[in-house]
């Protein structure tokens, strides 16, 4: 039984506008202060140690500000998540769990991310001081704007007071000093999003381009020769694949029509022999040489379906499997309601995957049922074939299966073969499409 969870609730424009707000006003006011907090213990433990190395104790010193960066760092990782909407990963430190206490003390000094780490923490200020400038003005001026008739009443009218409205010729009635600031009060609380977004993504993106770069880095050159080695390998499995069904056609070509066809060629000789001596026998002999060259006509066609099945090719893959359902030895139980036309690697995969599934059921299961299943989903195509035999199949090398296991590896599915000792066999393939 699948559980399926209920689709999470959605929140309105509005809501979500002014939680992103937030998220970002947060995230650029606690940034100045922290900012301040690792300019001053960087710089003051880098230059110091720096110049203490002379004496030794420049050394630990150094560590120490390289540890206390790293801490400063992940939580500035933590803080940057929410405001790119995801969780940013932790990149991995250089460990020397083999060395000994001193090498292991120092082993920061040979890692680059810590380098960074205290690189970050210096110059952060930088963007942390230009965010909160632009964020707290923009804030400041969007509320007092929005709520100056609450507190203009407060503020002593004297003779020297001249408002702004007033210097730029407006006039200096008070309906027109409250119409002025309420507008620009407006006009800043209308462009806050894009202020504060565009301030804390300057920050956001400094930081992970300092401490994640290297691990983003990384993470796609292993992600690169990860699908590298997935496509050698589905070529290796292509490869095999196909040097293993030349090999059975060779096979099944030289132990069936080959056979026939120099039977075939004997027996026309023999004919010819006799039709001077015994025409009545050459008869015989040149019937039974018509014999042969239909079961021989039956067979080759038998071996070109093996090959491009044209039932596949014309109508598809339901048609198909009907097909082999209706010529296995076994009774098939087959559910496949795919009638859409696939990608032809697919339907031929899928269409060889069960035929041979059913001939190793017709040879060596001694089942009295088999159940085909084949459904569509999201991910792809499962092909399911499951039978009540004797079981002990297997897809290690030398077994039947193996070649099968190569021709769904290169078309980039998975095969996968449960078939205990005590009965029964379900051999099950997930196709991409």
């Known amino acids: 039984m699948t559980t399926y969870a209920s689709p999470a609730p959605t929140q309105a424009p509005a809501a979500r506008l002014l939680r992103r707000i937030g998220i970002d006003t947060q995230y650029v006011l606690l940034g100045f202060p922290l900012g301040l907090v690792t300019l001053v213990v960087c710089m003051t433990g880098f230059f110091t140690g720096l110049g203490l190395v002379v004496i030794w104790v420049g ?20 803080r940057i998540g929410p405001v790119f909407g995801y969780r940013i990963p932790h990149p991995a430190y250089k460990k020397n769990p083999g060395g000994d206490l001193l090498r292991r003390t120092f082993t920061p000094f040979t890692d680059g991310q810590s ?38 009443w407060a503020i002593p009218d004297g003779p020297d007071r001249h408002d702004l409205p007033e210097l730029l010729g407006m006039g200096d009635a008070t309906s027109t000093r409250l119409i002025f600031y309420f507008a ?87 004919a010819e022999q006799q039709f001077a001596t015994d025409p009545d026998a050459a008869r015989a002999t040149v019937a039974e ?16 379906r093996g090959i491009a099945p044209p039932i596949l090719v014309d109508r598809g893959l339901q048609a198909a499997l009907t097909a082999l359902a209706g010529r296995c030895t076994v009774p098939v139980d087959l559910d496949a309601p795919v009638t859409e036309r696939l990608d032809p690697l697919v339907e031929s995969t899928a269409y060889f995957v069960v035929a041979e599934a059913l001939t190793n059921v017709a040879k060596h299961s001694h089942a009295s049922e088999v159940q085909v299943t084949v459904k569509r ?29 190569d021709r769904v590896q290169a078309a980039g599915g998975l095969l996968d073969v449960t078939s205990p000792a005590t009965g029964g066999t379900q051999l099950t393939a997930a196709l991409p499409l």
């Not at 010193?61 to 540890?67: E, Q």
């Not at 026939?260 to 023999?270: K, S």
């Not at 040489?289 to 070109?304: I, P």
């Not at 999201?378 to 296991?405: E, F, N, P, R, T």
Request: glycine share 10%; hydrophobic share 50%.
């Open 115 to 152: 380098w960074l780490d205290m690189l970050h923490g210096m110059f952060r200020f930088i963007p942390s001081t230009i965010g909160f400038s632009f964020v707290i003005t923009w804030w400041i001026a969007a509320i007092s704007g929005l709520t100056v008739p609450l507190w203009d």
């Open 377 to 405: 989903n999201q991910a792809g195509l499962l092909v399911s074939v499951s039978d009540d035999g004797v079981g002990g199949a297997s897809l290690a090398k030398g077994h039947g299966l193996a070649g099968l296991a």
């Open 184 to 270: 620009i009060g407006v006009f800043f609380a209308g462009t806050l999003y894009p202020v504060v977004r565009g301030a804390a993504l300057m920050e956001a993106w400094f930081a992970r381009g300092l401490l994640c770069g290297v691990n983003e880095l990384r993470e796609q050159v292993n992600q690169a020769n990860a699908a590298r080695d997935v496509a050698q390998q589905q070529k290796a499995a292509a490869v095999s694949a196909e040097a293993t069904a030349l090999r059975r056609l060779e096979r099944d070509i030289h132990d069936g029509p080959q056979q026939r066809l120099v039977r075939l060629a004997m027996d026309l000789g023999r």
């Open 289 to 304: 040489a018509l014999a042969q060259t239909r079961e021989t006509l039956d067979e080759l066609r038998a071996l070109s």
């Open 59 to 78: 050394l630990p010193l150094l560590v120490g500000t390289l540890m206390v960066s790293r801490g400063f760092a992940t939580i500035e990782r933590a």
